[in-house]
C-alpha cells in the first residue's frame, strides 16, 4: 500500500524509496488500473464499447506517465494526480480516434480502427464523449486548482486541433518550410506532453517557474519524439516498429526529411515521383536522395538538440536528482528508441 | 446602458422595466452581440472558418435565450452570463455540425452543412474545436461557481451523446417504444434547455430548489419543443417550416407518430412500405394512416400536457411574476409554433 499523501521530501530517509518508484513502468502500472477502473454507463453500449476498446489498446502511456512523473516530482502522491492522468490519455485517444476518421487509415495499434470495426459515426460520437469525459476527469480535483487546470487543458486542446488544420493543410502546399513543419508538431506533438508535465507540477503545488520548466521540458521532448517517429517511418526496424516501413514516402507527407530533401534536391526528388513507381521503388530512391543529404545524421543531429535542451529545461525546475534522472533518462531514450 | 450588476428585485420600482426587458429580442440581441465579439485566431483559416460559419448561420438561439432569461429572472445581469449563454450555443452549434456529419446531411439553415462547403474532416475538426471552445466559455465564470457549472453542462453533455446513440441505434430496430422514443428525445433534445435553465438559475445564485425547478422547466419545454418538431415535419407548413415536408416519413424516422402507427395499425403501415411508393405517395398514404388513428390530434394533447407541466414547475422557482410570465409565453410558444 501507497501512503495517501507523500510529503516528499521528507520520506526519503529511504533511499531506496525513489530508484524503486521512479519508473515508467511503476507509473503505467497505475494509468492501467486507473483506465481498467473506468466506470462506463452500461448503455447505450454503442456508444462506450468504442471507448473502452480505445483505451484499451495500449500504446505507450508516455502522457500520462509524464503527468504522475511530474506530480510525483513535485511531492505529489500519484494517486492524486491519477484521474489527470486518464483524463490526458483520455484525451491523446480522441485525436487518435478522430485523426483515423478524417485519414481514413484502416489500422492503429495492430487493431481495425473503430471506423472500421464499427462505422464513421460511431467513431465521431464516441470521439466526443471522450472529449467531454476528459475533460471531467481533468476537472476532477481540488476546487482551487481547477481554472488553472482546466484553463492549461483547454488552450493546449485548442493548439492541438490547430497543429492538426495545419498538418492537412501541409498536404496540399508544396512550399512547406521546416520551421513550419516544426510549429505543426510543436502543436499537434510537443504541448500535450507539455501540458501533461506542467498539471502535474500544477497538481502538486509547484512554483510558477518550476511549472513552466516542466512544461518546456515536455515541449522538447515533444519535438525530439515526433522528429524521431518521422525518421522511424522511413529508417525504422520493420520488425520493432509496428506499421510499414515508408509510409510517409508513399503519401508524399512533408515530413522535417521530405521537406529538407525537397529544399534541396527538388529536381532529383521530382523525377522521381513522376516516374509514378512501385510504392517499394519509390521508396528505395526518396531514401537514397535523403541519404545523398546526409538527411539521416542530420535529423539525429536535431533530435539530440531537442533533447539536450529539454534536460537543461530541467535545472530550472526544482526537483530532486532522482526525478531529474527519470525525465532525462526518459528523454535520452526517444533519441535511441527503435518503435 | 444596463447597470453593470442588477440587484433584483430592488430596482423594480420602474414598473416598465420588467416588461421592457422580458422579451426574447432583448435576450436574443444580447447574444448575437456575444456571438459577433467572438475573437478567432487568424489562422489556421480553415479550422476557424467554418465555426464562425456555422454560428453565424442563425437559427433560433432558443438554448441562450433561456439561460439568459434564467439568469435575470434570479437578478443576475445577463452580461454577466453572457459567456455561458455563447458557450451552450456554440455547444448546440457543434452537435449540429458533427449530427450533419453522421447523417450525411446537405443543408442546414438554408446553407450548405460545413462537410458540403468544406469536407468531412474539417467538419469534424472545427466542431471538435467548438467543443473545447464551448468549455472555456462554460468555465468563463465565478471560481465559486465552476465546479458546478461545469459538471452540469459535461454531464449534458454526455447524456446528449447518449440521446444521439439511442437515436442512431432506433434506425435500425423496429420495436422501438413509446417510452424509449420520450427518453431519448429527452437526452438528445430537453436536457440541453434544461440544462440552460439551470446554469443561468446557478449563475445568479439561485438556491437548489430554484435552480432544479428551472431544470425541469427546461426539460418539459425541451419535450413539448421535440414533439411540436416532430409534428411539424409532417404537419407542417411549407412555406413556413423551412424544410420539406414529410422528411420523417420518407426516412421512415421512429417519432412519435410512427411509433404509434406501427404499435396501433402495422399490417396497414407495412403494406404501404411494402409498396415502394415514390415519396409523395408514402408521405400521402402513411398521413392517412396517422389521421385514422387521430394522432394529430394525441401528438397535440402530448404537446400540451408536457407544456402544462412546464408551467407548472415554474411555480417552485422563487422568480418574479414578470419573468414567470415571460417562461410561460414562451413555453406557450412552442404548442402554437409552425416553424
Chains 1, 2 share one sequence.
Not at 175 to 201: F, H, N, Q, W
Request: aromatic fraction near 10%; include cysteine; charged fraction near 25%.
Amino acid at each position: 500500500m501507497r501512503p495517501v499523501k507523500l510529503a516528499f521530501p521528507l520520506l526519503c530517509d529511504d533511499s531506496n524509496y525513489f530508484s524503486l518508484m521512479f519508473t515508467t513502468d511503476y507509473f503505467a502500472e497505475i494509468i492501467e488500473r486507473g483506465i481498467s477502473d473506468i466506470v462506463y454507463p452500461a448503455k447505450p453500449a454503442g456508444l462506450f464499447a468504442p471507448i473502452r476498446y480505445t483505451l484499451e489498446g495500449g500504446g505507450k502511456r508516455l502522457r500520462p506517465v509524464l503527468l504522475l512523473a511530474s506530480a510525483e516530482a513535485f511531492g505529489c502522491n500519484p494517486e492524486v494526480a491519477l484521474p489527470q492522468a486518464v483524463g490526458i490519455e483520455m484525451f491523446h485517444n480522441f485525436t487518435l480516434l478522430h485523426d483515423d476518421v478524417m485519414d481514413n487509415a484502416d489500422v492503429r495499434r495492430g487493431r481495425p480502427t473503430v471506423h472500421r470495426r464499427w462505422n464513421s459515426s460511431t467513431a465521431i460520437l464516441s470521439g466526443d464523449a471522450m472529449l467531454t469525459m476528459a475533460t471531467q476527469f481533468m476537472a476532477d480535483c481540488d476546487k482551487s486548482l481547477m481554472p488553472d487546470v482546466m484553463a492549461m487543458f483547454n488552450k493546449t486542446a485548442m493548439e492541438i486541433y490547430m497543429g492538426q488544420q495545419y498538418d492537412m493543410d501541409f498536404e496540399h502546399r508544396d512550399d512547406v518550410t521546416v520551421d513550419e513543419y516544426l510549429e505543426m508538431i510543436r502543436l499537434k506533438t510537443s504541448v500535450l506532453l507539455a501540458c501533461a508535465c506542467r498539471i502535474g507540477a500544477m497538481l502538486a503545488g509547484a512554483d510558477e517557474k518550476s511549472a513552466d520548466a516542466m512544461y518546456r521540458y515536455g515541449e522538447l521532448l515533444g519535438l525530439a519524439f515526433q522528429l524521431q517517429d518521422d525518421y522511424l517511418d522511413t529508417y525504422g526496424d520493420p520488425a520493432l516498429f509496428g506499421k510499414e516501413i515508408g509510409g510517409d514516402i508513399i503519401n508524399e507527407k512533408k515530413t522535417w526529411l521530405w521537406i529538407n530533401a525537397m529544399a534541396e534536391a527538388r529536381e532529383r526528388m521530382e523525377k522521381i515521383l513522376d516516374r509514378k513507381l512501385t510504392d517499394y521503388l519509390k521508396v528505395k530512391e526518396i531514401k537514397e536522395v535523403y541519404d545523398s543529404l546526409d538527411l539521416p545524421a542530420r535529423s539525429h543531429e536535431l533530435i539530440t538538440r531537442y533533447t539536450d535542451m529539454a534536460i537543461n529545461a530541467l535545472s530550472e525546475a526544482g526537483i530532486p536528482a532522482e526525478a531529474r534522472a527519470f525525465f532525462t533518462s526518459l528523454a535520452g531514450k526517444s533519441v535511441s528508441r527503435s518503435h
